[in-house]
């Protein structure tokens, strides 16, 4: 440590600093950190009431009453209702902890971004050094952005935003970004669903490995979104590398086919009845995804009986203004700020889910109490339809 690093460590900056700096300290000693680097910026996740719970509410009121301030920009994950939509169909006794929760983070001034795609809203330089929580923003930094960032948990991505500074270990260090595995793609992946259903596969067989993942067809970013989400939804893979077969050549092989890739989406697709919620934006939705939403239900009409949730963040929304009245016109609804996995869709009597994400349909039946249906956006936005 510095000295000006020991200073805080003994309490000289107040409680809420030195809670912070032994929080990142004992994070390097466990990780075998030699010292602390500074950080562009920090995304903080634990934003829902529904998963954080009223534990951590105290430690967070305790943290902003001592004066803990962020010193660099710091994005905060989605939360569990959004002020247009479900606001009004949630009880009080859920609302008020969940506005709570809010008001420390913006006390330590925190951003309201409540977005799992912090990247939309700010330019990440590549090697830039952040301390991201949200483990799919966290695969898309390092692996589409080239930006790096370790999957910090909620209280470690909080602690560095407060110092400005994160432990030098992981995928800080050069060495550690290397892949280890060799991932040959030999099935056709023909759309963001299969690609999401290969990250769910991946994630179960990599564990923490780096794979460096070749046989690709050429996809969007939006695309890999999803395969980031997935990826990081079943392991602890914090990156992969695309077409990187010279580094790989060496390393350990895994070959993915179109049976395993088809098992995988027949295993999240729980679901055989109708939907009642069709979902899009997990992770939240891109301008340009937007666009092909609004372009897709242009002049049509959601089915009644069904919900129709298109989730992004304010910043995405405000700036696709139009599509977000093409698609209010249709029925559907704009969230903002929120996601369906993270809110209370169980409580809205929501019982079967369809949507593209795979992150979704993994997480649907354990925290949404809801079958899931998984397939592409077209046949979502067709099944949404009359
Ligand atoms: Fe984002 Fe929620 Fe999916 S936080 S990645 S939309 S589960």
């Given at each position: 440590m510095t000295r000006e690093e020991e200073r805080i460590y003994d309490g000289e900056h107040g409680w809420a600093n030195q809670t912070c700096m032994r929080i990142l300290v004992r994070l390097g000693q466990l990780f075998g950190a030699e010292r602390l680097i500074p950080i562009g910026s920090a995304h903080v996740s634990g934003v829902s009431y529904k998963t954080l719970g009223?534990?951590?509410?105290?430690?967070?009121?305790?943290?902003?009453?001592?004066?803990?301030?962020?010193?660099?920009?710091?994005?905060?994950?989605?939360?569990?209702?959004?002020?247009?939509?479900?606001?009004?169909?949630?009880?009080?006794?859920?609302?008020?902890p969940q506005l709570d929760i809010l008001r420390q983070f913006e006390k330590m001034g925190l951003t309201k971004s409540l977005t799992c795609t912090p990247y939309y809203l700010q330019r990440?330089?590549?090697?830039?050094?952040?301390?991201?929580?949200?483990?799919?923003?966290?695969?898309?930094?390092?692996?589409?952005l080239g930006a790096w960032t370790n999957r910090e948990g909620g209280p470690s991505a909080l602690a560095a935003a407060i110092i400005g500074k994160t432990p030098d270990y992981g995928i800080?260090?050069?060495?550690?970004?290397?892949?280890?595995?060799?991932?040959?793609?030999?099935?056709?992946?023909?759309?963001?669903?299969?690609?999401?259903?290969?990250?769910?596969?991946?994630?179960?067989?990599?564990?923490?490995?780096?794979?460096?993942?070749?046989?690709?067809?050429?996809?969007?970013?939006?695309?890999l979104k999803q395969l980031c989400a997935a990826i990081a939804t079943t392991g602890m893979t914090n990156m992969f590398h695309l077409d990187d077969d010279k580094t790989a050549r060496e390393k350990e092989r895994i070959d993915v086919n179109s049976n395993q890739i088809e098992r995988t989406v027949d295993e999240l697709s729980s679901g055989r009845g109708e939907p009642d919620l069709?979902?899009?934006?997990?992770?939240?939705?891109?301008?340009?995804?937007?666009?092909?939403?609004?372009?897709?239900?242009?002049?049509?009409?959601?089915?009644?009986?069904?919900?129709?949730?298109?989730?992004?963040?304010?910043?995405?929304?405000?700036?696709?203004?139009?599509?977000?009245?093409?698609?209010?016109?249709?029925?559907?609804?704009?969230?903002?700020?929120?996601?369906?996995?993270?809110?209370?869709?169980?409580?809205?009597?929501?019982?079967?889910?369809?949507?593209?994400?795979?992150?979704?349909a993994y997480y649907a039946p354990v925290l949404n109490k809801a079958e899931a249906v998984l397939a592409p956006m077209k046949d979502c936005l067709e099944s949404a339809l009359q």
């Open positions: 009223d534990a951590p509410i105290e430690f967070l009121r305790t943290l902003a009453d001592s004066g803990g301030t962020v010193k660099v920009k710091t994005t905060l994950n989605p939360q569990s209702l959004d002020s247009h939509y479900l606001r009004g169909k949630l009880e009080e006794s859920l609302q008020k990440l330089p590549r090697g830039s050094h952040h301390a991201w929580a949200e483990s799919s923003a966290v695969v898309y930094a390092n692996s589409v800080h260090k050069a060495e550690n970004r290397r892949p280890n595995v060799r991932v040959k793609v030999e099935a056709k992946v023909h759309n963001e669903t299969e690609l999401g259903a290969l990250g769910i596969f991946l994630g179960k067989t990599l564990g923490d490995k780096i794979p460096a993942i070749i046989g690709l067809q050429k996809t969007s970013n939006d695309d069709v979902f899009l934006g997990c992770p939240h939705c891109s301008l340009d995804e937007m666009k092909r939403i609004a372009g897709f239900v242009e002049g049509g009409q959601v089915r009644a009986g069904v919900e129709f949730w298109v989730c992004t963040s304010c910043h995405v929304r405000r700036a696709a203004s139009a599509y977000v009245k093409s698609i209010e016109k249709a029925g559907g609804h704009v969230l903002d700020g929120v996601c369906t996995v993270v809110s209370w869709t169980e409580k809205l009597g929501i019982r079967t889910i369809m949507t593209n994400s795979a992150k979704t």
